[in-house]
T-cell receptor, first 109, second 114 residues
Framework: GQNIDQPTEMTATEGAIVQINCTYQ??????LFWYQQHAGEAPTFLSY??LDGLEEKGRFSSFLSRSKGYSYLLLKELQMKDSASYLC??????????WGAGTKLIIKP | GAVVSQHPSRVICKSGTSVKIECRSL??????MFWYRQFPKQSLMLMAT?????????EQGVEKDKFLINHASLTLSTLTVTSAHPEDSSFYIC??????????FGQGTRLTVV
């Protein structure tokens, strides 16, 4: 079957760095997405990785290793507004998105 | 970036009535749109895939007669929750596909059935 795993919840301190991991097993691979979702709102796109390596976009970076079925989202200089759920999603061979359950990130002052 | 507009953002309806939710791609044509449902503290659950000009493809366990999907044009898909019950209360989100690897979300609709 298809499976996306990510931690349920993480806590970090304002100004620090946090890494949210995602491992996946899917039928085919056409890219991995990270979304941010604040409570009660729709997800917003953060990053898309289809090749191995690190993609940096401001305070957020996303890494992919296709051979390991592994990705992480790295958030630097954490701000209180970064408190949200972070969803990992993999696009399979049919271009369908397979969603992880999301990681709730709690930022403490 | 591309814009997808979902309307209404919030709706309260009485049990037994029907509610229509619209999803529009404002600056691109979307041959495929997706409808998701999200329960509190849970991830998105794909309900159905809507293709312009053809019948929607429903995921296992989703009642197609209860959740009517119409994708009448390249920029509009609608989800109608028929004979709504309190257990249908949820957050419904659409997304519109611009290319194979690009999909954009609407703002979501909070449905409360009383």
């Amino acid at each position: 079957g298809q499976n996306i795993d990510q931690p349920t919840e993480m806590t970090a301190t304002e100004g620090a760095i946090v890494q949210i991991n995602c491992t996946y097993q899917t039928s085919g691979f056409n890219g991995l997405f990270w979304y941010q979702q604040h409570a009660g709102e729709a997800p917003t796109f953060l990053s898309y990785n289809v090749l191995d390596g690190l993609e940096e976009k401001g305070r957020f970076s996303s890494f992919l290793s296709r051979s390991k079925g592994y990705s992480y989202l790295l958030l630097k200089e954490l701000q209180m507004k970064d408190s949200a759920s972070y969803l990992c999603a993999v696009m399979d061979s049919n271009y369908q998105l397979i969603w992880g359950a999301g990681t709730k990130l709690i930022i403490k002052p | 970036g591309a814009v997808v507009s979902q309307h209404p953002s919030r709706v309260i309806c009485k049990s037994g009535t029907s509610v229509k939710i619209e999803c529009r791609s404002l600056d691109f044509q979307a041959t495929t749109m997706f409808w998701y449902r999200q329960f509190p503290k849970q991830s998105l659950m794909l309900m159905a895939t809507s293709n312009e000009g053809s019948k929607a493809t429903y995921e296992q366990g989703v009642e197609k007669d209860k959740f009517l999907i119409n994708h009448a044009s390249l920029t509009l898909s609608t989800l109608t929750v028929t004979s709504a019950h309190p257990e249908d209360s949820s957050f419904y989100i659409c997304s519109a596909r611009r290319t194979d690897t690009e999909a954009f979300f609407g703002q979501g609709t909070r449905l409360t059935v009383v």
